[in-house]
């Protein structure tokens, strides 16, 4: 029996979020009824598709449901659909993205009925806005979100993969929405009510760089395949065999690669030292390192890397993942049956440890009931109309505590979540060791001036927490911190593997004071894992996941999509992790260990290619700007510099009145060139007749007619361009928060929602160690003297350390420790 088997869920509609996000209810043991047309859910023939005629990514998707038929035509369709809505505790909604010829209910009339009901929609856009109505594909939708054109070659076109990312992002944010109703319903609040953007829930990969080019100016550019602003080097790069992903931020890191490499002059160099000094000298730089690397093996680097504590990481390819024993295992790659084929996808990335997910499944056919569905325990009724007596406004999560020892982004980004749904999230730095977004420049001008105080991206990350400093390298620091953990819910770590450990914080202890703890683990390969030791970034969790290897063109080098791809979705993944360990808590008061690797959670996005290559001996294509599905499919130069379209046809009608639109209507007459694998044999020639048109135009003036047409069109957006994106305006997405140092700022929301407007941000990130005397006092009941004694010993403090403080510190202790 699954965590959430006590659940049934119903999927309406056709969407790959709700899908996604009905999925992740199914491994935990969920019953999900997935309704459908007597054809079966569009995406079930969804490209790739397996030698039998079966969709890899359908697959994905679907394991481990039920399925039931409904035709719209049929009398008594809506009766029997109310009847299976009523007796269910979730109802995921996607007909806003594509019917799917779902019969009409009243869901209010429903929901009126049931209280306890929590209800999900997602659309594309929004019912309401600029773009609300918009003929969208995975592409555009990413085109819109800024994650476009920052990525491919200088003189264009951008680069981008041909699909499957939105769904899964979108997939996530519903999961967290719903999941942690479920937790404010187990306390005996009514069902909520939530619409899910797609387009906003792809902002998670966007919204770093859309506010750090707030606070620097639009300085963001493309500047070539693998390699993003403003990090240097952090990309992929050729060896003697196979192909090295190397990302270096830290001094540290840099001059131990260099060292590694036998480049004494670059380590010397005192303009090199941050990355964004390297920035203005790539050329030179990889000039002199790229030879070097090819002297060695990829697996040959990585070992070494490992020992000098270096991010880098081998770049895999898909046949690499199948046979990495590793992955198996650990429930990363897993079994799934098709029809009667077998093959192998993406796992649940969920990894409780005590109630851990299901391990692979079955496809259903259309109409199957799966033997799970039998198996369920009696269902959760729903709370009474009475419990709306509960506090107005009250956000599922209040009441939940979290201590978050989490740096960087995706950490914090699980933790902002966690917060931003109404947990009171105490976020743990050092003066010594402060979050490293706070920048990782140590020189005094750059700690005198506060400088770590002004970084947009800490702020962003980490609104809606307390802050409390603590020096976990002393005895006093790790005291300190246990007294908080025994009142805790959850506690987040995205440090390597054994830090907490050594530091005796590790889950052994933990739980011996707290049994109902849940804490979750956020390495890069995980916490058993022969590469445990491996440093990462965002970045590193791509280069090894084997999503590059299935981007770009078929003679490149395999193609990064992001800076820091594996940070936002590693961030999501453990939010929906603890959120699922934390149901498991309130009905049994057992916690549990999450060891979460990131790494592998960027595995989904290459899922279908992952199944296609478990089938066929031969590699996936690799598909450029065009879509194994979709022709036309592409990146369009639009009139302006730098000005980009991505446009898609999905189906004949589409492609019809876009040949219409630039002015072909021989093509759209032409009866052979209806189907998709016809046009594919004049992909060039339709690719020349769209960009003939498109070049004429502003991006926005081509989108226009594009989408007026209903053809699938999104502007290739900047991450600043969002900043003023008229879509997000009219949703109020950007809120501005006022916070000492750095003044009125702009915030991202949360892309699921209540109402109309989002959630709104109650407080700015604090300053370091804002609330120590709040938390020690009022949490922990410690006097005015004794706070006072814990800042004269540097175990607490509001003021960084610079390098020349950190050194006499250390000396004073080491003289200490001498003495004694």
Same mark, same amino acid.
């Given at each position: ?30 019953? /999900? ?170 902002? *998670? ?14 300085? /963001? ?91 880098? /990481? ?47 499944? %079955? ?10 569905? +039998? ?51 105490? %976020? ?40 409390? @400093? ?11 911190? %246990? ?96 959120? /699922? ?6 009905? @049994? ?59 898609? *046809?999905?189906? @004949? ?9 630039? +002015? ?157």
């Amino acid at each position: 029996m699954g965590v959430l088997s006590h659940l049934r869920v119903v999927e309406i509609g056709s969407s790959a979020a709700t899908s996604f996000c009905a999925r992740l209810f199914a491994d935990f043991g969920a019953d /999900v009824q997935k309704v459908e047309p007597p054809a079966g859910d569009p995406l079930r023939r969804s490209a790739p598709l397996t030698s039998g005629g079966q969709s890899a990514w359908f697959a994905f998707l679907n394991f481990n449901k039920s399925s039931i038929l409904m035709d719209a035509a049929d009398p008594d369709a809506i009766t029997r659909l109310t009847a299976l809505i009523e007796d269910c505790d979730i109802l995921l909604d996607g007909r806003d993205v594509d019917s799917a010829e779902c019969p009409s209910v009243d869901l209010t009339a429903i929901r009126q009925r049931r209280p306890g009901l929590i209800f999900l929609e997602a659309s594309w856009f929004s019912p309401k806005g600029p773009y609300a109505g918009f003929a969208a594909t995975d592409s555009t939708v990413r085109a819109l979100a800024g994650l476009v054109k920052l990525v491919g070659p200088v003189e264009g076109p951008p680069l981008h993969a041909p699909d499957f990312q939105t769904g899964i992002l979108a997939g996530l944010w519903g999961f967290i929405a719903a999941a942690s109703s479920t937790v404010a319903r187990m306390e005996g609040a009514p069902g909520r009510s939530w619409s899910l953007s797609i387009f906003e829930s792809s902002l *998670a990969l966007s919204e770093e760089s859309m506010f750090e080019a707030f606070a620097r100016g639009n300085a /963001v550019r493309r500047i070539g395949i693998n390699r993003f602003w403003l990090t240097f080097p952090a990309g992929i790069y050729e060896t003697k065999e196979g192909w090295l992903g190397v990302t270096t931020i830290t001094p540290a890191q840099w001059r131990s690669f260099c060292d590694m490499l036998g480049l004494t002059e670059l380590r010397d160099d005192p303009t090199l030292v941050l990355s964004a000094d390297r920035m203005q000298h790539i050329e030179q730089i990889e000039r002199k390192f790229m030879p070097r690397l090819k002297t060695r093996t990829a697996r040959e680097w990585f070992a070494e890397g490992l020992k000098r504590k270096i991010p880098i /990481v081998p770049v895999p390819e898909i046949s690499d993942l199948l046979q990495d024993a590793e992955k198996k295992v650990r429930g990363a790659i897993v079994p799934v049956l098709l029809g009667e084929e077998e093959a192998l996808t993406a796992g649940s990335m969920q990894r409780l440890t005590l109630t851990p997910p299901l391990r692979g499944g %079955k496809v259903p056919t259309p109409g199957e009931q799966q033997a799970l569905a +039998g198996k369920r325990r009696p269902l959760t009724r729903s709370a009474s109309a009475s419990s709306g007596c509960l506090e107005a406004g009250r956000r599922p999560l209040q009441g939940v505590q979290v201590v978050d020892f989490s740096m960087g982004w995706a950490g914090p980004l699980c933790t902002r979540t966690l917060a931003d749904l109404g947990a009171d999230v105490i %976020k743990i730095e050092a003066i010594q060791y402060p979050d490293w977004w706070r920048g990782v420049d140590r020189r005094r001008a750059y700690v005198e001036d506060q400088m770590y105080e002004k970084t947009v991206r800490f702020c962003i990350m980490n609104r809606n927490k307390r802050g409390l @400093t603590l020096d976990l390298a002393r005895p006093q620091g790790v005291a300190l911190a %246990k007294r908080l953990i025994t009142g805790a819910d959850i506690v987040v770590n995205n440090y390597s593997v054994d830090v907490l450990p050594k530091l005796g914080l590790g889950y052994d202890v933990l739980r011996t004071l707290n049994p109902r703890l849940v804490m979750l683990s956020m390495s890069a390969f995980g916490a058993d894992s022969i590469h445990r030791d491996c440093r990462a970034y965002g970045s590193t969790l791509e280069q090894g996941s084997g999503l590059p290897s299935v981007i770009g063109s078929t003679d490149g080098p395999p193609v990064m999509s992001h800076i820091a791809f594996g940070d936002a979705v590693g961030g999501l993944n453990g939010c929906a992790a603890v959120l /699922v360990a934390l149901i498991h808590a309130r009905n @049994t008061g057992q916690g549990q260990f999450i060891d979460l690797a990131q790494i592998e959670c960027m595995m989904p996005f290459a899922a279908p290619w992952i199944t296609i290559r478990s089938i066929d001996s031969m590699p996936p294509p690799r598909y450029g700007n065009r879509h194994p599905q979709f022709v036309p499919h592409g990146c369009f130069r639009c009139a302006a510099e730098d000005e980009w379209i991505v446009v898609a *046809a999905t189906d @004949t009608d589409m492609w019809q009145r876009l040949a219409i639109l630039i +002015g072909r209507p021989n093509w759209a007459a032409d009866v052979s060139l209806k189907s998709a694998g016809a046009r594919r044999g004049i992909e060039e020639e339709i690719e020349r007749g769209i960009e003939a048109w498109t070049i004429n135009r502003d991006a926005d003036q081509a989108m226009a007619e594009l989408q007026a047409e209903g053809i699938a069109a999104g502007v290739a957006r900047s991450p600043i361009d969002l900043l003023k994106d008229s879509h997000l305006r009219s949703r109020a997405f950007v809120q501005e928060v006022e916070r000492t140092f750095i003044g009125l700022h702009p915030q991202p929301s949360m892309p699921i929602r209540e109402g109309a407007r989002p959630h709104a941000i109650h407080t700015a990130a604090p300053t370091l160690g804002q609330h120590n005397r709040e938390i020690l006092s009022g949490c922990l009941g410690l006097s005015d003297a004794e706070i006072t004694h814990l800042m004269r010993q540097g175990i607490i403090g509001t003021k960084m350390l610079s390098e020349e403080e950190l050194a006499r510190q250390r000396e004073v202790r080491d003289a200490e420790k001498s003495a004694r």
